[in-house]
């Protein structure tokens, strides 16, 4: 099999993007198979993809068959070796914990065929952080995806300084083969183009909520009064991308480069988030509620009657 003919999949990490990539992958033809060191992770990701049939059918017009086919194409396993036994190309969207990742692809290494290519779906890690570990530096890059892959279509392709061209260009391919707009890393970039956009906003949006200065749907409001047509704030963003993800990553920086803030901001979302079991939109609750979260409701930008005035007056009363 050529390099370039990347048909069977290997996705590591059944959380909440890699379940989203293992669906759209085997959408479009693709044979995937899931891995999850946890059967609980596995069943969690069964059980999201359900509910991805659903959004296809009525989202993207997907018929019974084409439902059905796609699941044809899904196994999943607790077992590294069986997982990437056959596999053209291995999608890597465990924890951003450096040393999990690390450890992984160490393990990893020997089982994979030759052919094998390797790429990190890491929100903010660089792909040279983890080069070597792979034990084939040369056919390993990142591609980055977005949540909600189905409408939020892009693949960020980055390489490293000892990616090769044909790798990229294969990983290009494939990423086009799966529907998705290919955005190409010139250099490496912790976030690349997506997350050095929204991890500052992010956190920007944790940090008016933990201090105090305004709540999760003020925030939300507010951005997307200000940026007309979007459908969804940052804290929104937060529920979807997940709070398992929102702490790793606040915990990792503000650590890395002694963000005081930042690490306020992980701690309030451990307390107030994970310790409740409030992962975000997967769990049916993060800043909202789902299915129906507030941001969603047609009249959430609209002016408020004058009756509220007094109600609304209030919230600018300090604490």
């Known amino acids: 099999m050529a390099q370039d003919q990347l048909n069977n999949l290997s996705v590591l990490g059944a959380g909440v993007l890699g379940g989203q990539i293992a669906w759209q992958s085997a959408f479009k033809g693709k044979s995937v198979i899931v891995y999850d060191l946890y059967e609980a992770g596995l069943e969690q990701c069964r059980s999201a993809q359900q509910q991805y049939a659903d959004i296809y059918r009525q989202s993207l017009g997907a018929s019974e068959d084409m439902i059905a086919a796609t699941r044809e194409r899904l196994s999943f396993t607790t077992d590294l070796a069986t997982a990437v036994a056959d596999a053209d ?8 914990i450096p040393d999990v990742k690390t450890a992984l692809y160490r393990e990893m290494a020997g089982y994979l065929p030759e052919r094998t290519l390797i790429a990190t779906n890491s929100s903010t890690l660089l792909p040279s952080q983890f080069a070597e570990a792979t034990g084939r530096p040369e056919k390993y890059c990142a591609l980055h995806f977005a949540n909600h892959i189905w409408a939020s279509n892009v693949g960020e392709i980055m390489s490293h300084p000892g990616t090769a061209e044909a790798t990229l260009a294969a990983i290009t391919r494939f990423a086009i083969e799966i529907g998705m707009v290919p955005i190409p890393i010139k250099k490496e970039q912790n976030g690349y183009v997506l997350n050095t956009l ?50 790793n990553i606040s915990s990792h920086w503000g650590e890395l480069n002694g963000d005081e803030q930042t690490l306020k901001n992980a701690r309030y979302i451990k307390e107030h988030f994970l310790d409740q079991g409030k992962l975000g939109a997967q769990s049916g609750e993060g800043f909202y509620t789902y299915p129906d979260p507030s941001y969603a409701q047609a009249d959430f930008l609209d002016v408020p009657d004058l009756s509220r005035a007094e109600e609304l007056a209030k919230l600018a009363v300090p604490d």
């Open 89 to 96: 190309l291995v999608i890597e969207a465990v924890p951003e």
């Open 198 to 247: 929204f991890v500052p906003l992010a956190n920007a949006a944790l940090t008016l909520i933990v201090n105090g200065v305004a709540t999760a749907e003020t925030v939300d409001r507010t951005f997307m009064i200000a940026n007309r047509g979007c459908k969804v704030g940052p804290c929104g963003l937060l529920d979807i991308v997940g709070m398992t993800t929102a702490y």
